[in-house]
DNA sequence: CGAAACATTGACAACTTTCAATTGCCGTGG
DNA sequence: CCACGGCAATTGAAAGTTGTCAATGTTTCG
């Protein structure tokens, strides 16, 4: 059994607002969603629990026998360096699958940013599926490619100057929580600097830096208005 | 057809020196091969194509139909930024499987770094022989499980000092050329820069420096030999 | 309302880049 | 065989960017 002091099992089964999971792009149009066999199964096979701001949901290291996806909230996988520096690997969003080593342990650890509510199921569960139905299979490889291409955006990310990778991430928050112009943020000026390898001086700099040459609008702390997405992709290219 | 002007079609079907596509450690212990479904049908379907060095292999934006695997020489893969940077996404030796974006179009360049022989397949045929084939499914998902834990690793990577940066670089060559203490670097100083998000003095600099702490020895400009190991694990955290 | 955490801002230090000059390596052709 | 030319690599000095340290302002939440 899964050992999380912090959560609790839901009995009910929240419908799910968002498939990102697949390939991103791909709104239910007409209001009969499409058919997702990885995430139905994820439904079918998994249990919802609830992981209360700031909790772990697992540790790096421990046993990798489950995959998550988020339902509601937020989470942020991460690694803690040996001089005590936090490294963000990831932030993943509603319909979000994370937890997907393809290792026996955890890389990263896990943790819900805000209140965060998950489906659990077996990884080996849905190994043995994904051997079975070929159907499923090419799902959990899309998983896994749009995971690759999400990762290898960010490392050339981290190639780039403090001002290209603050403009980057509020891009990449965009589109993927897709408020249109406005980007809530779940997390932390640190949370920000963890992920781009910045400090938190450095991220509030910058930001008011691309508030100052008007590409965005800092209405509150946690609360960024794109206003100029051209010259942002400029930065980005 | 391929239209490569700088290639020509092999007829020989060289036998592969290095199996580095599936998990890593899986040495041939005992003179009989094992099976690798994914690698076998891969040598079975697919052209062996030769690229002079400096030539391209792909383009950004090309449609990627085709996936491919070094059998000798090197690759390396990278975009060009609109401000004349350029940014290397990934270097390929012997083994290595590359080209397997999981969209319609590439989204980076290759090109041969010294004279290199690949093999060549069809991407198409390669999903369905998956979706066949529950075993090479789950190949193919190892291979790119591979490839994020390894873009993940040098994520880690590009968030540290210029020092640690070229320590772990030496450190994934040594493991992925395995020549012993002796690394062979097949690209320039300025590959490896645009590698590492330096410039190709800092490496030129940092790689003296190492020399002068005595934890390697630069025996000439492209080899270098690692003489003190558990140094430059220290730098790597 | 008040405390604690989050965020902003400034000054200075450290590291990396930029610009410039020099040295070394290697293949070609005399 | 050696000289030359071209490219890669090294090295130095100055400039720029980001990190560090410190102080202050702001939001959130009990």
């Known amino acids: 059994m899964l050992s999380h002091a912090a959560s609790h099992i839901d009995s009910s089964r929240p419908a799910i607002s968002s498939r990102r999971a697949s390939p991103a792009q791909n709104p239910d149009v007409g209001g009969v969603p499409k058919q997702h066999p990885l995430i139905d199964a994820m439904h079918m096979m998994g ?3 609830s992981f209360p701001s ?9 046993a990798a026998d489950y995959a998550y996806q988020v339902i509601s909230g937020g989470v942020r996988t991460y690694k803690i360096l040996r001089d005590g520096r936090r490294q963000v690997a990831g932030f993943y969003l509603p319909g ?14 896990a943790e819900a940013i805000t209140d965060t509510k998950v489906v659990v199921v077996k990884r080996s569960m849905l190994m043995t599926l994904a051997g079975r139905d070929p159907v499923i299979g090419r799902e959990l490889l899309n998983v896994t490619g749009s995971e690759l291409r999400r990762v290898q955006t ?6 780039k100057s403090a001002e290209e990778r603050v403009a980057g991430f509020l ?5 993927r929580a897709s408020g249109g112009n406005v980007v809530e943020l779940p997390m932390t000026r640190r949370d920000i600097a963890d ?6 001086e450095t991220v509030s700099r910058t930001l008011r830096g691309l508030a100052n040459k008007a590409a965005i ?11 100029n997405w051209s010259a942002l992709r400029l930065l980005n290219a």
Chains 1, 2 share one sequence.
């Open 217 to 227: 609008e800092v209405t509150a702390p946690r609360r960024i208005v794109l206003r």
């Open 96 to 109: 979000d699958i994370f937890g997907l080593d393809f290792q026996d342990d955890h890389t990263v650890s």
């Open 154 to 159: 960010r490392m050339l990310l981290l190639l």
């Open 195 to 200: 992920y781009l390898g910045l400090t938190f």
């Open 171 to 175: 891009l990449e928050m965009a589109e």
């Open 47 to 49: 249990a919802t629990m």
């Open 54 to 62: 700031e909790t772990e949901i697992f540790g790096e290291g421990e």
